[in-house]
């Protein structure tokens, strides 16, 4: 089972989730800072403060990615580096340490594949309304413009935003992720700034000329009903609606889904902020989409009253595990075969696009055993299945040019901490030690073979 010659096997990270130094090189606060330092909102009190030090590993990284044949790296850029206060004047430093981190990408043979925004705005923004405001749009777009004007020259594929979903809705609907809001109107109004920041991001690079490949990420979730009610088919049309084509829609056909606008209107959520000409904007071409894919979203109705602080509380809909999945360490089903379901749900119902998976992967209880090796065959066998549903996408005629675990390294996650681990390479995060994992050695042969056998 092969795939095209080109294809870009890889792995992924994120600068809060790996880069620690949140003091150094001019570096400025985030809203993880903020939040992860706010007691009671990270499992443990953990912070990411330190997190994988990749900041001060990075050439030990580099070498690791290079021993696992690795022949791309998506890691993410933040914003705080560059913009301590989200605006402004550039922090030299902090162009400095992602130069080098594409300059030793590029050493090694490896693609560098570059995220602007992986949740960690800019503190200073958020004082000022972060995405909730058109500023933070037009800020990001400015940003945008330093990164590339700096890199474009040595990075060839540039992502604006990964998963505006849960930037919008964990962030500023359920108070689950920074900046930490409970109101649905809030995450109505991130999401909308999110894609015109992308969409003004896709402007300002256009307009530089090259031929650089131009995409963004979304997190995508096949939704399907629990049981066969009509009522369960409305609650997952609704999902499928806020968590799917509220970000498909505009950036494909240029408008937002009736039924989802229709649904907030009745609930007196003023949707004012779309203004002429946003749309246009925001459904600008692009070169390619991400897509972070990890389980369905099967759902039945509830009542709105009965589901505090769950996904798809304020849709009445409430998330199920099939009684017959198996779970990962996060308690998601393994289900690889959303990930065929979405990838030609793309091709068939928006566009023929060139698409990547740039997120996949799954959480274990992970252990250095006496031996001192970590065998992690939970994930082996998660990530084999993952790529034969990608490849059955492909032989459907689906233009799938890559594939990005999640993650290189295990990691700070975000509302789980350092409890749990979804990277390839073990970290021990008292001494930093890095023990590549049995997934590792596996997904090197992998690469080695461009095919699974």
């Known amino acids: 089972m092969n795939f095209p010659e080109?294809?870009?096997?890889g792995a992924a990270t994120a600068s809060y989730q790996v880069e620690g130094a949140v003091d150094e090189g001019?570096?400025?606060a985030s809203i993880w800072d903020t939040f992860s330092h706010t007691p009671g909102k990270i499992h443990h009190g953990d912070t990411g403060d330190i997190a994988c030090d990749q900041y001060h590993h990075l050439e030990e990284d580099l070498d690791l990615m290079s021993e696992l044949g690795l022949k791309a790296y998506r890691f993410s850029v933040a914003w705080?580096?560059?913009?301590?206060?989200?605006?402004?004047?550039?922090?030299?430093?902090?162009?400095?340490?992602?130069?080098?981190?594409?300059?030793?990408?590029?050493?090694?043979?490896?693609?560098?594949?570059?995220?602007l925004y992986h949740w960690d705005l800019p503190q200073a923004l958020e004082d000022r309304g972060g995405w909730t405001s058109r500023e933070t749009s037009e800020r990001f777009a400015?940003?945008?413009?330093?990164?590339?004007?700096?890199?474009?020259?040595?990075?060839?594929?540039?992502?604006?935003?990964?998963?505006?979903?849960?930037?919008?809705?964990?962030?500023?609907?359920?108070?689950?992720h920074a900046p930490g809001h409970k109101e649905s109107a809030k995450a109505l109004a991130a999401t909308h700034h999110l894609l015109l920041g992308h969409g003004l991001a896709m402007e300002r690079m256009r307009s530089a000329g090259?031929?650089?490949?131009?995409?963004?990420?979304?997190?995508?979730?096949?939704?399907?009903?629990?049981?066969?009610?009509?009522?369960?088919?409305?609650?997952?049309?609704?999902?499928d609606g806020q968590a799917n084509?509220?970000?498909?829609?505009?950036?494909?056909?240029?408008?937002?889904?009736?039924?989802?606008?229709s649904y907030y209107e009745e609930r007196d959520v003023d949707l004012s902020f779309v203004q002429d000409g946003d749309l246009e904007k925001i459904s600008a071409a692009f070169d390619f989409l991400g897509i972070n894919y990890y389980f369905r979203n099967t759902v039945r109705d509830a009542s709105e009253e009965d589901l505090p602080e769950m996904p798809f509380a304020d849709l009445g809909a409430r998330p199920v595990i099939p009684h017959d999945a198996e779970k990962t360490a996060m308690g998601w089903p393994v289900e690889p075969e959303g990930l065929t379901e979405i990838l030609v749900r793309i091709k068939e119902d928006y566009a023929?696009?060139?698409?990547?998976?740039?997120?996949?992967?799954?959480?274990?209880?992970?252990?250095?055993d006496p031996e001192g090796d970590?065998?992690?065959?939970?994930?082996?066998?998660?990530?084999?299945?993952?790529?034969?549903?990608?490849h059955d996408a492909m032989e459907q005629g689906v233009d799938l040019r890559g594939y990005m675990v999640w993650s290189f390294l295990d990691n700070f996650e975000w509302a789980e901490g350092y409890s749990k681990r979804f990277g390839l390479v073990f970290v021990e995060y008292g001494t930093q030690r890095r023990v590549p994992k049995m997934s590792a050695r596996w997904y090197s042969e992998v690469i080695r073979r461009n095919g699974l056998q």
């Open 6 to 9: 080109n294809f870009l096997c």
């Open 26 to 28: 001019g570096r400025g």
């Open 80 to 115: 705080p580096r560059i913009q301590p206060e989200g605006s402004g004047a550039t922090n030299q430093k902090g162009i400095d340490y992602y130069r080098r981190l594409v300059d030793g990408l590029r050493q090694r043979s490896i693609e560098p594949m570059l995220t």
């Open 142 to 176: 400015e940003y945008t413009g330093i990164v590339y004007e700096a890199l474009s020259g040595e990075v060839g594929f540039w992502i604006t935003l990964n998963e505006p979903w849960v930037s919008a809705w964990m962030g500023y609907g359920l108070g689950l």
């Open 210 to 239: 090259d031929e650089n490949q131009l995409g963004v990420t979304l997190n995508l979730h096949p939704a399907r009903p629990s049981r066969d009610r009509e009522a369960d088919r409305e609650a997952a049309r609704r999902v």
């Open 245 to 261: 084509r509220l970000y498909l829609d505009p950036l494909f056909r240029g408008e937002y889904p009736e039924d989802i606008f």
């Open 352 to 368: 023929d696009v060139p698409l990547y998976v740039t997120e996949n992967g799954r959480a274990v209880h992970d252990y250095i």
């Open 374 to 390: 970590v065998d992690d065959e939970e994930r082996v066998s998660y990530l084999d299945a993952h790529f034969r549903a990608a």
